[in-house]
């Protein structure tokens, strides 16, 4: 497995193909071609469940269900649920048919469809704030601001900012009053699992945008066969170098990294067939490196669906006009098993604002930044 770590010490040990970020002191479905927006309040799609994740309305819900790569429809537990605690959850879901096997009634879940059919990538303008709602973790910077508005002012102009939670002034505990707890999730397409694998071609769309644009350009600053041991912070799968690198610069947290490899101070260290490197900030990466094809490579996972093609050239091209996809795997004419040669698959994944969590807290409110909102 290709392989991008992040990760706090104590130090992991590496493994073969990995890449390090560190940190200093601080299934192909018939989708209908039908467009429906509308919330069916108080209804249930029991089961066909793909994965759930949290959301803080039913509007959040139904675009991250557009943007999944399989999600066809969705049930959101809304806040007013009283049989448990699932507030907030967002199930995503699917079937072969595209359609609910099942509609119940179901007093505090809203259900709905993706949006895949109405627009193949709705806004995801995020203006709504939520009272007595916490955005909980994913902190990486917290400070005090007056109110609400200026968090999300601050939030909005921090080009790493997704989302924040201020604490209000009469909460609890004094201490933390008026405290702007400013959040992240990943923005950036994340290969989930890159592989070596015979007889195939990966590569990504020459159109995604991995990091905000800036005027400067900027140098990529790599180190071959060095190593720079410690302080991880996360494993993610990359596919180069310069992608792991990519990877680094969108974290606001990852101030150096290594990739491809078996305290307060950055050390290098010779090592074969390790390549570490710097991320940038507020200027522009050279993004060449999506161009590239990454032969006996293999993006598994997150597929749209797959269509027969002649060459991996046709493939790349196919992901690039298409707003939906991301990266793609194609499968050539000398893969073992003839039943999936000549396959190009199309990918994408998530790469709207996300929390991890979300819960009731009094006298606190919670939002996103305000940067798809022009």
Same mark, same amino acid.
């Given at each position: 497995?290709?392989?991008?770590?992040?990760?706090?010490?104590?130090?992991?040990?590496?493994?073969?193909?990995?890449?390090?970020?560190?940190?200093?002191?601080?299934?192909?479905?018939?989708?209908?071609?039908?467009?429906?927006?509308? &919330?069916?309040?108080?209804?249930?799609?029991?089961?066909?469940?793909?994965?759930?994740?949290?959301?803080?309305?039913?509007?959040?819900? =139904?675009?991250?269900?557009?943007?999944?790569?399989?999600?066809?429809?969705?049930?959101?537990?809304?806040?007013?649920?009283?049989?448990?605690?699932?507030?907030?959850?967002?199930?995503?879901?699917?079937?072969?048919?595209?359609?609910?096997?099942?509609?119940?009634?179901?007093?505090?879940?809203?259900?709905?469809?993706?949006?895949?059919?109405?627009?193949?990538?709705?806004?995801?303008?995020?203006? =709504?704030?939520?009272?007595?709602?916490?955005? &909980?973790?994913?902190?990486?910077?917290?400070?005090?601001?007056?109110?609400?508005?200026?968090?999300?002012?601050?939030?909005?102009?921090?080009?790493?900012?997704?989302?924040?939670?201020?604490?209000?002034?009469?909460?609890?505990?004094?201490?933390?009053?008026?405290?702007?707890?400013?959040?992240?999730?990943?923005?950036?397409?994340?290969?989930?699992?890159?592989?070596?694998?015979?007889?195939?071609?990966?590569?990504?769309?020459?159109?995604?945008?991995?990091?905000?644009?800036?005027?400067?350009?900027? =140098?990529?600053?790599?180190?071959?066969?060095?190593?720079?041991?410690?302080?991880?912070?996360?494993?993610?799968?990359?596919?180069?170098?310069?992608?792991?690198?990519?990877?680094?610069?969108?974290?606001?947290?990852?101030?150096?990294?290594?990739?491809?490899?078996?305290?307060?101070?950055?050390?290098?260290?010779?090592?074969?067939?390790?390549?570490?490197?710097?991320?940038?900030?507020?200027?522009?990466?050279?993004?060449?490196?999506?161009?590239?094809?990454?032969?006996?490579?293999?993006?598994?996972?997150?597929?749209?669906? &797959?269509?027969?093609?002649?060459?991996?050239?046709?493939?790349?091209?196919?992901?690039?006009?298409?707003?939906?996809?991301?990266?793609?795997?194609?499968?050539?004419?000398?893969?073992?098993?003839?039943?999936?040669?000549?396959?190009?698959?199309?990918?994408?994944?998530?790469?709207?604002?996300?929390?991890?969590?979300?819960?009731?807290?009094?006298?606190?409110?919670?939002?996103?930044?305000?940067?798809?909102?022009?």
């Amino acid at each position: 497995m290709i392989t991008c770590l992040i990760a706090y010490l104590p130090i992991l040990p590496l493994h073969l193909n990995m890449c390090l970020f560190a940190h200093v002191n601080v299934s192909l479905l018939c989708i209908s071609s039908e467009c429906s927006r509308e &919330f069916l309040e108080n209804v249930d799609f029991p089961g066909t469940d793909i994965t759930s994740v949290y959301s803080p309305d039913v509007e959040h819900c =139904q675009l991250l269900c557009t943007q999944h790569p399989s999600c066809l429809f969705f049930t959101f537990v809304r806040a007013d649920w009283t049989v448990d605690n699932r507030h907030f959850y967002c199930y995503l879901k699917s079937t072969p048919s595209g359609k609910p096997k099942v509609q119940n009634p179901l007093q505090g879940v809203t259900s709905g469809y993706s949006l895949k059919p109405c627009n193949p990538d709705p806004s995801s303008c995020l203006s =709504q704030v939520y009272q007595n709602v916490d955005f &909980f973790g994913a902190d990486y910077r917290a400070l005090f601001t007056s109110d609400h508005e200026e968090c999300q002012r601050v939030c909005t102009q921090d080009p790493q900012c997704q989302f924040f939670t201020f604490v209000n002034d009469i909460f609890t505990s004094e201490n933390i009053r008026y405290k702007c707890h400013l959040k992240y999730s990943w923005s950036v397409p994340r290969t989930p699992i890159v592989e070596r694998k015979d007889g195939v071609v990966s590569g990504f769309s020459h159109k995604i945008q991995l990091t905000p644009f800036f005027k400067p350009a900027c =140098q990529n600053k790599l180190f071959p066969n060095t190593d720079i041991p410690g302080n991880n912070l996360e494993t993610l799968p990359a596919a180069s170098p310069e992608h792991c690198q990519t990877l680094c610069s969108a974290h606001p947290r990852c101030t150096y990294f290594s990739y491809d490899s078996n305290g307060n101070e950055m050390v290098t260290r010779a090592k074969q067939g390790v390549t570490s490197g710097i991320p940038v900030h507020f200027c522009q990466l050279d993004n060449n490196w999506l161009k590239l094809a990454h032969e006996g490579v293999d993006f598994r996972g997150s597929d749209i669906r &797959f269509e027969l093609m002649d060459d991996p050239d046709t493939c790349q091209t196919t992901c690039t006009v298409n707003s939906n996809c991301q990266f793609y795997t194609y499968v050539n004419e000398t893969f073992f098993d003839s039943d999936y040669r000549r396959r190009c698959y199309l990918k994408r994944v998530i790469t709207m604002p996300a929390p991890p969590k979300v819960t009731k807290l009094n006298n606190v409110v919670s939002g996103f930044s305000l940067r798809d909102c022009n």
